[in-house]
C-alpha cells in the first residue's frame, strides 16, 4: 500500500493547514495510506481531524528544530512520498530526505507568490526563502503550485520550472457543506434585512483590511449596510482604531477567529477578498460554495483563476476604495444565483483534487529514482 505523509507547520487555522487536513481526509483510497505530521499537535483545527486520519506529531516549538525527528521519521516510516506545506516545511523536508538517506519522494508545494512574500515582508526570513529555494528546491522531487500564476512566478525567481504541477486547493469538503448550517448566536447574522458583507482573514498588511473599511465608509454614504472582519493578527488594534476614526463603529465590527467561519460565510450577503496578493484565495470559493456572492481586488495570483476573470464576481483592477465599494454594491444588487456560485465551488472539492494528487503520487512512484524532473539552478498523537 502507498503510504503519502502531508506535512505542515501545526494544525493552526491558516489555509494550507485547511488544505492539508482536506486533502488528509479525501487522499486515501484502496491502494493509499495518509499520515498527517505535525511539528507540533497545537491549533483550533486539532479538535476537527476526523478519526480515520492518522496524526503524527514531532513535538518540536519550531521547523526548523523539527529537522532531527523528521529525519528519524523519514528513516524509520520510508513513506512512499512526502508532501510538505509551506516554505521553511519544504526546506526542511528536503533537508530531512537527504539527512534520512533519502528514503522518501519529496513534494514541495508552493501557496503563496514567492517574489511577493519575500518584497513585502519585513522578516529577514522570509527575505531569505528565495535564496535558498535556488540552493533547496533542486532537490525536492517535484513541486506542485496552488495557481498558474504561483507557478508563473516561481520561473521568475527560480532558475528553471521542469518539474511544477498546478493542483489548485481542495477546499469544498463535506465537513464544509455541514458546518455551514451550524447555528450561530450573532445578531448581525440573523437576519434582519440589513446587508452583511463580510471578510475573513489573517489582520495582517497582505489583506488590505483598510481599504475594506475606507471602502466600507464609502458605501455607508449611500445605503444601510454592516462590516464583519473574523480574523486576529498584529494590526487588530489599528483597523479597530481606523472603524472608530471613520465614525464606523456601529456599523462595523472586528469578530475573533471561528474554526468554523463557513457558518458565517453562509449569513451574509457578501464576502470580500481586499488583499495586496494572494497564492489562491481559499476565501473565495469557501464563500462560493455557501452560495454567497463574492467581490476580489485582481490580486497576484488565485482570484482571477478562481473567478474565471470575472465571470464568477467582481475583480478590482487598481483597486481604490470607491472602486471596491462600486463593486460590493453591484453584487448586492445583482448576486450570481447561488446555485450556479455552489456549482462553481465544486471545482475545487477535496475528492477532486485528490484525484489530481493521486495521478502525480502513482507518476512518481512509477518512476525509478527522482521520478519527475526537479527545479533546477516522534510517536503517534491523536488531538483530543
Not at 483597523?239 to 468554523?260: F, Q, S, Y
Not at 456549482?343 to 519527475?372: E, N, T
Request: positive net charge.
Amino acid at each position: 500500500m502507498t503510504h503519502v505523509v502531508l506535512y505542515v507547520p501545526s494544525l493552526s487555522a491558516g489555509g494550507a493547514e485547511r488544505v492539508a487536513l482536506n486533502l488528509a481526509e479525501a487522499l486515501p483510497s484502496a491502494d493509499l495510506r495518509a499520515t498527517l505530521l505535525v511539528n507540533q499537535l497545537t491549533g483550533p483545527l486539532a479538535a476537527s481531524v476526523p478519526p480515520s486520519v492518522r496524526v503524527v506529531s514531532l513535538d518540536a516549538t519550531r521547523t526548523l528544530a523539527a529537522l532531527p525527528g523528521l529525519a528519524r521519521f523519514l528513516r524509520r516510516e520510508r513513506p512512499d512520498v512526502t508532501i510538505a506545506f509551506l516554505s521553511f516545511n519544504n526546506l526542511i523536508a528536503i533537508l530531512a530526505n537527504f539527512l534520512a538517506l533519502r528514503p522518501t519522494r519529496v513534494v514541495a508545494s508552493q501557496h503563496i507568490a514567492l517574489s511577493q512574500e519575500a518584497s513585502r515582508s519585513s522578516s529577514l526570513k522570509d527575505r531569505l526563502v528565495p535564496a535558498l529555494y535556488r540552493l533547496a528546491l533542486p532537490s525536492a522531487d517535484h513541486v506542485v503550485t496552488v495557481s498558474q500564476g504561483v507557478a508563473d512566478d516561481l520561473a521568475s525567481v527560480l532558475p528553471r520550472r521542469a518539474g511544477v504541477s498546478v493542483i489548485h486547493n481542495p477546499i469544498v469538503s463535506p465537513r464544509l457543506q455541514q458546518e455551514a448550517m451550524a447555528p450561530l448566536d450573532h445578531p448581525w447574522f440573523a437576519g434582519d434585512g440589513v446587508p452583511l458583507i463580510l471578510a475573513v482573514g489573517r489582520m495582517v498588511p497582505q489583506k488590505n483590511f483598510p481599504l475594506l473599511i475606507d471602502a466600507f465608509a464609502h458605501l455607508r454614504r449611500t445605503r444601510r449596510a454592516r462590516l464583519a472582519i473574523l480574523g486576529e493578527g498584529p494590526l487588530r488594534q489599528d483597523l479597530g482604531a481606523r472603524i472608530a476614526a471613520l465614525g464606523l463603529k456601529d456599523d462595523a465590527t472586528l469578530l475573533m477567529p471561528d474554526p468554523n467561519p463557513w457558518r458565517y460565510m453562509a449569513r451574509a450577503a457578501a464576502v470580500v477578498l481586499s488583499s495586496d496578493f494572494e497564492g489562491f484565495g481559499n476565501v473565495l470559493v469557501e464563500a462560493m460554495a455557501t452560495g454567497v456572492p463574492v467581490v476580489s481586488t485582481d490580486c497576484p495570483y488565485g482570484p482571477a483563476e478562481i473567478l474565471e476573470g470575472g465571470r464568477w464576481g467582481p475583480l478590482i483592477k487598481s483597486p481604490t476604495p470607491e472602486r471596491l465599494a462600486e463593486a460590493i454594491c453591484h453584487v448586492l444588487d445583482h448576486p450570481v444565483p447561488a446555485e450556479k456560485l455552489r456549482a462553481r465551488a465544486m471545482d475545487f472539492s477535496s475528492a477532486k483534487v485528490a484525484q489530481s494528487y493521486r495521478a502525480l503520487i502513482r507518476r512518481l512512484c512509477d518512476s525509478p529514482g527522482p521520478a519527475l524532473p526537479a527545479l533546477e539552478g516522534a510517536g503517534a498523537n491523536r488531538p483530543g
